[in-house]
């Protein structure tokens, strides 16, 4: 049985409604950041056909159990009195929140990474709540669009960079792990959650599959964008590579001018590992793969 601190489940409870207040679903974590409650379908009682998400009544569904209902988040911490913590599920109404997991794993450094693909990708984030993790991290909050499912990934977008979505929680400020605690960063908890820059929103989203896939010759236009390439100078090789891959992959060149691009921007001094990756980040963000 895990043991109880009850000042702190308290403590979780209050952070919890107040989160509930805002709009955000909330679950009880245990000090472990895992859901307090466990699965009633354990031990092989899980029901005949699809999986279970809370439709049998029952606590114990992980993100699924998430409300802002006070009377239930009130009735969920009585199953729990072990929680120090709560979990704020992503992809809900009406913030529809993306958490940007920034990780601070030794040799990596997210926030460097993250910079990197906002200036690769050409796009800002604006103020917002950030979370401060015990290990060092932050945990930027985003809301996405209506009708877009951002999948949850681990290390896809850079090393380090986690992603929450769909289906997934943030820990909430004020809960308490084993490692220590949440918290608000100063100045951003009466922030709203900034909306998620459509470029970086392209990168979150899986790549689409054309299941017609055609290759047209480049022809002047793929010749025009090798020139411009080859017209750039220090310090703005990078971007006008992407800005060409980019515009080759939406006219249907990409595969067609993926070496001549490579080649172009070797020609001006990018190296060609660095020229391929910034082409393949193109491919990724107008949806195709590279």
């Known amino acids: 049985m ?33 859901p307090a409650l466990r699965s009633p379908h354990r031990a092989g009682s899980e029901p005949a056909g699809p999986r279970c998400h809370g439709e049998c009544g029952r606590f114990g569904h992980g993100v699924y159990d998430a409300s802002t209902d006070p009377v239930r988040i009130r009735e969920l911490f009585a199953a729990a009195p072990w929680a120090t913590g709560y979990g704020i599920a992503c992809g809900l109404p009406p913030y529809r929140l993306i958490g940007v997991d920034l990780d601070t794993k030794t040799g990596t450094d997210a926030s460097v990474a993250l910079r990197e693909l906002a200036l690769r990708h050409l796009f800002g984030i604006q103020e917002t709540v950030v979370v401060l993790t015990p290990s060092g991290g932050r945990h930027l909050w985003l809301t996405g669009p209506r009708d877009v499912v951002v999948p949850n990934s681990a290390g896809r977008l850079a090393p380090g960079i986690d992603i929450r979505g769909a289906g997934g929680y943030l820990v909430g400020p004020g809960s308490r792990t084993d490692h ?22 392209r990168l979150l989203l899986p790549p689409r599959h054309d299941s017609h896939p055609h290759r047209p010759a480049p ?15 220090e310090g703005q090789r990078n971007t006008r590579l992407f800005w060409a891959a980019c515009r080759a992959y939406e006219n249907g060149l990409g595969p067609a ?30 949806g195709h793969r590279p």
């Open 2 to 34: 895990a043991t109880i601190d009850r000042q702190a489940t308290t403590l979780a409870l209050a952070h919890a409604l107040s989160a509930a207040e805002r709009g955000l679903a909330v679950i009880p974590l245990s000090r472990t950041k895992l």
């Open 180 to 201: 220590g605690v949440y918290a608000t960063a100063p100045g951003t908890a009466r922030l709203a959650p900034a909306a998620c820059p459509s470029s970086l929103l």
């Open 219 to 233: 022809g002047d236009h793929g010749r025009g964008l090798v020139h411009f390439v080859l017209s750039a100078h």
């Open 257 to 286: 001018l993926a070496d001549p691009l490579t080649e172009a921007a070797r020609t001006t001094g990018l190296p060609e590992h660095e020229a391929r990756a910034t082409i393949a980040s193109a491919a990724r963000m107008t």
